[in-house]
């Protein structure tokens, strides 16, 4: 299933704002992260996004970001990224993997029909570490060909296709085929990774603190790449050693950066409502909303430069705002 954000005409969208998601879908989440003893289901399911539907679409044609979030976890907790990416005149597509997150109910409002994470159980179940890492590498791969799919959706022009099917939306208006990118959290970032070696047409991608389980194919490694993880996991000395030899096969551009303070789930949603519901994490020090801001002044920096050719200067080098993001080269 997919959510799209997009830049909307000015007071085009007049109805009510957005659920984050539905109270069955929050449930899930808090149950599987075993926070459904600090939080109840209800605080999550009322709080509303800045997105109204229906919004009339701003003219012309807009870069896509496809956002593939971590194992586990709901589209929706990238949700505040894609919402300031599509303020920056990009539309966004969230994308839910079938059965790799805790709950996802259909848009269509039955509750009943919920996708749980069925994959989750298969992970459980690998007989050792190197068995866990080749599942996740085959799950990234599936999850590369779903964004691929995506583009495929969104960017197919109203009417007939080749199997007699009408497309049911007229998203190609409002897409440029042309300026696709792709980013993620977690295995999503493996994921979008894999997607700009497998799609030529996703020009650019964001890992935003995951494990390379599965390498970008050949025909990628000359692709943009933006790395971005935290420092106790993913400096060049860290015990994970799939950032240094993915790194080593990249012959485009690309930038290796560690935030100072941030944990695993500092690039997504999490924190930023943990924070607004009194909530913290000892393990990692870095506010929600300081994460938020250095996650979306780079990802947007990022695909500002490489999908619509303006040169952003924050990719080149320490800044003295950012003094807890630290630039790799080794």
């Given at each position: 299933?997919?959510?799209?954000?997009?830049?909307?005409?000015?007071?085009?969208?007049?109805?009510?704002?957005?659920?984050?998601m539905s109270a069955k879908?929050?449930?899930?989440?808090?149950?599987?992260?075993?926070?459904?003893?600090?939080?109840?289901?209800?605080?999550?399911?009322?709080?509303?996004?800045?997105?109204?539907?229906?919004?009339?679409?701003?003219?012309?044609?807009?870069?896509?970001?496809?956002?593939?979030?971590?194992?586990?976890?709901?589209?929706?907790?990238?949700?505040?990224?894609?919402?300031?990416?599509?303020?920056?005149?990009?539309?966004?597509?969230?994308?839910?993997?079938?059965?790799?997150?805790?709950?996802?109910?259909?848009?269509?409002?039955?509750?009943?029909?919920?996708?749980?994470?069925?994959?989750?159980?298969?992970?459980?179940?690998?007989?050792?570490?190197?068995?866990?890492?080749?599942?996740?590498?085959?799950?990234?791969?599936?999850?590369?060909?779903?964004?691929?799919?995506?583009?495929?959706?969104?960017?197919?022009?109203?009417?007939?296709?080749?199997?007699?099917?009408?497309?049911?939306?007229?998203?190609?208006?409002?897409?440029?085929?042309?300026?696709?990118?792709?980013?993620?959290?977690?295995?999503?970032?493996?994921?979008?990774?894999?997607?700009?070696?497998?799609?030529?047409?996703?020009?650019?991608?964001?890992?935003?603190?995951?494990?390379?389980?599965?390498?970008?194919?050949?025909?990628g490694t000359g692709r943009?790449?933006?790395?971005?993880?935290?420092?106790?996991?993913?400096?060049?000395?860290?015990?994970?050693?799939?950032?240094?030899?993915?790194?080593?096969?990249?012959?485009?551009?690309?930038?290796?950066?560690?935030?100072?303070?941030?944990?695993?789930?500092?690039?997504?949603?999490?924190p930023i409502l943990g924070?607004?519901?009194?909530?913290?994490?000892?393990?990692?020090?870095?506010?929600?909303?300081?994460?938020?801001?250095?996650?979306?002044?780079?990802?947007?920096?990022?695909?500002?430069?490489?999908?619509?050719?303006?040169?952003?200067?924050?990719?080149?080098?320490?800044?003295?705002?950012?003094?807890?993001?630290?630039?790799?080269?080794?």
């Open positions: 299933m997919v959510s799209l954000r997009y830049p909307a005409r000015h007071r085009s969208g007049h109805g009510a704002r957005m659920p984050y879908e929050a449930r899930l989440l808090l149950e599987g992260q075993k926070l459904d003893k600090r939080l109840k289901a209800g605080q999550l399911a009322s709080t509303r996004t800045h997105t109204r539907q229906d919004a009339r679409p701003a003219e012309g044609r807009h870069p896509l970001i496809l956002l593939s979030p971590g194992f586990t976890l709901h589209r929706a907790t990238l949700t505040v990224l894609a919402e300031d990416l599509a303020s920056h005149g990009y539309a966004v597509a969230l994308v839910g993997h079938a059965y790799e997150s805790f709950g996802s109910t259909f848009p269509d409002g039955d509750s009943s029909r919920t996708l749980t994470c069925v994959a989750c159980e298969t992970v459980e179940k690998a007989p050792d570490d190197d068995g866990e890492k080749r599942i996740l590498a085959r799950a990234a791969r599936t999850r590369a060909a779903d964004l691929s799919f995506v583009v495929d959706e969104l960017t197919r022009q109203p009417g007939k296709t080749g199997r007699g099917q009408t497309a049911p939306h007229g998203y190609s208006r409002l897409i440029d085929p042309r300026r696709i990118g792709a980013a993620g959290h977690s295995l999503g970032g493996n994921a979008a990774a894999v997607a700009a070696g497998t799609d030529r047409r996703v020009r650019a991608a964001a890992d935003l603190d995951g494990s390379s389980f599965a390498p970008v194919p050949r025909a943009p790449l933006l790395m971005l993880g935290t420092r106790e996991e993913h400096t060049p000395q860290a015990d994970d050693r799939t950032w240094p030899r993915q790194w080593s096969r990249l012959h485009g551009w690309k930038r290796w950066l560690t935030v100072a303070g941030a944990g695993h789930f500092s690039f997504n949603d999490l924070g607004l519901l009194g909530m913290s994490d000892p393990s990692a020090p870095l506010s929600g909303e300081r994460c938020r801001e250095i996650t979306t002044d780079y990802v947007t920096a990022f695909f500002d430069q490489h999908l619509r050719g303006r040169h952003r200067s924050l990719l080149n080098a320490p800044t003295k705002t950012n003094p807890e993001v630290t630039f790799h080269n080794p």
